[in-house]
């Protein structure tokens, strides 16, 4: 027995059969199945396009990070420029307040020192004066100390005098 060969009237209600289920399948699942086909591929376009939109925002958000980023550090560059020059300006102006103060305290000494000379020469001139005076006294005591000393002094101051 070999090969099995099929009969005309097996062979209509077959293809028959076949006929009525494409029918029934035409007339009530394939439309539902279509239909859910159609719902799944504008689902997954759907999807695919906010995928795109995504990576957009994504290249979007990325590109503004980095802006941020680069504003960040120029502004960090800008205040540290900033606080350099501040310090910079701070240390200038303490040096020129210093070199006043110097100056000043250098023209206070100057002046103290020439008021400390000025006084030292006056108290020595009056040193001396005095001096002086006690030497010419003395002098003229012992010049003076006998009458005839006295009388030559007396005419040779005479002498000195011119009257009008």
Do not use: C
Not at 113 to 136: P, V
Request: hydrophobic share 40%.
């Amino acid at each position: 027995m070999g090969i099995v060969t099929p009969g005309i009237g097996l062979i209509f209600w077959m293809t028959l059969s076949f006929g009525i289920l494409v029918f029934i399948l035409a007339k009530f699942a394939w439309i539902p199945i279509l239909a859910t086909l159609h719902e799944r591929e504008k689902t997954i376009e759907e999807a695919l396009h906010q995928a795109d939109r995504a990576r957009d925002e994504m290249k979007a958000l990325k590109s503004d990070n980095e802006e941020l980023l680069r504003q960040a550090k120029e502004e960090r560059s800008a205040i540290l420029k900033d606080a350099r020059d501040i310090r910079e300006n701070m240390i200038e102006e303490a040096k020129n307040k210093a070199n006043q103060e110097y100056n000043r305290i250098l023209e206070s000494a100057k002046e103290s020192i020439n008021y400390e000379k000025m006084a030292a020469i006056t108290e020595l001139k009056n040193q001396i004066a005095t001096l002086s005076i006690d030497i010419a006294e003395k002098i003229l005591k012992e010049e003076l100390s006998n009458k005839e000393s006295q009388k030559k002094h007396i005419d040779k101051m005479m002498d000195n005098i011119s009257f009008n």
